[in-house]
Structure formats: structure tokens, C-alpha cells
């Protein structure tokens, strides 16, 4: 069983930053893929980025990129989102996840591919 708990979240002003977390209470972190999702108000879940195993490949998506960093450390069981250059529809609760390999390498930007979930933090910015 995978626990993941989100921290860092808050208020910022367009143009500004921040740094989500992500620790997780398994002792085999290191084997599986971490994501990033988010869900704004009346909207789908959205892929943000993710992360595999092993030698830490990313992924993004098109809305963030270049913009956000993900990061893992093993050795600490966490994850890590940096937020640059935050725009207000960025605001959303955003989502640490935990996928298996298999089903990862299945379809790495579909929420349905990560069994494991955080309960989310807050992410508001304004304009």
C-alpha cells in the first residue's frame, strides 16, 4: 500500500512560483512512476508531468512545459513540482500520484494508470 501526502500549495500572484511536495510511505519508492495531476472547478482531471523510476525520465504537459520542473528523491520518498511563471489557469487542487511500472509504461498521462493517490493541495493564483 502506497500513501502519498501533498504539501507546499497556497496563494501566489501571476508570475510567481511555487514548490509542491509529495512524500510517500512505501518503502520501495524508488520502483515505481510519481505524477502530477490537476483539477480546476467543473473541469477533468489534467495531466501535469510525471516521473519513471529508475533513471528519472519526465514528461509534461503542453500547458506547463517549460514552466514546471518535476523531481524525485529516493532516498526521501518525495516528489517535487516546481511551479515557475504561474499563470491564473493554473489554479486547480493538485494531485501527487504512484503508478506500477506496468502500468505506467500502459499509458503514463492517464489518471487511470496510477493506482495510488494524495488528497490533494490548493493551488490558487491571481491575477
Known amino acids: 500500500q502506497v500513501q502519498l501526502v501533498e504539501s507546499g500549495g497556497g496563494l501566489v500572484q501571476a508570475g510567481g512560483s511555487l514548490r509542491l511536495s509529495c512524500a510517500a510511505s512505501?518503502?520501495?519508492?524508488?520502483?515505481?512512476?510519481m505524477g502530477w495531476f490537476r483539477q480546476a472547478p467543473g473541469k477533468e482531471r489534467e495531466f501535469v508531468s510525471t516521473?519513471?523510476?529508475?533513471?528519472?525520465?519526465?514528461y509534461y504537459g503542453n500547458s506547463v512545459k517549460g514552466r514546471f520542473t518535476i523531481s524525485r528523491e529516493n532516498a526521501n520518498n518525495t516528489v517535487y513540482l516546481e511551479m515557475n511563471s504561474l499563470k491564473p489557469e493554473d489554479t486547480a487542487v493538485y494531485y501527487c500520484?504512484?503508478?506500477?511500472?506496468?502500468?505506467?509504461?500502459?499509458?503514463?498521462?492517464?489518471?487511470?494508470?496510477?493506482?495510488?493517490w494524495g488528497q490533494g493541495t490548493q493551488v490558487t493564483v491571481s491575477s
Open positions: 500520484a504512484a503508478a506500477s511500472p506496468g502500468n505506467w509504461l500502459s499509458d503514463k498521462y492517464n489518471a487511470h494508470q496510477y493506482g495510488y
Open positions: 512505501v518503502r520501495t519508492f524508488g520502483r515505481y512512476a
Open positions: 516521473i519513471s523510476w529508475g533513471d528519472a525520465v519526465t
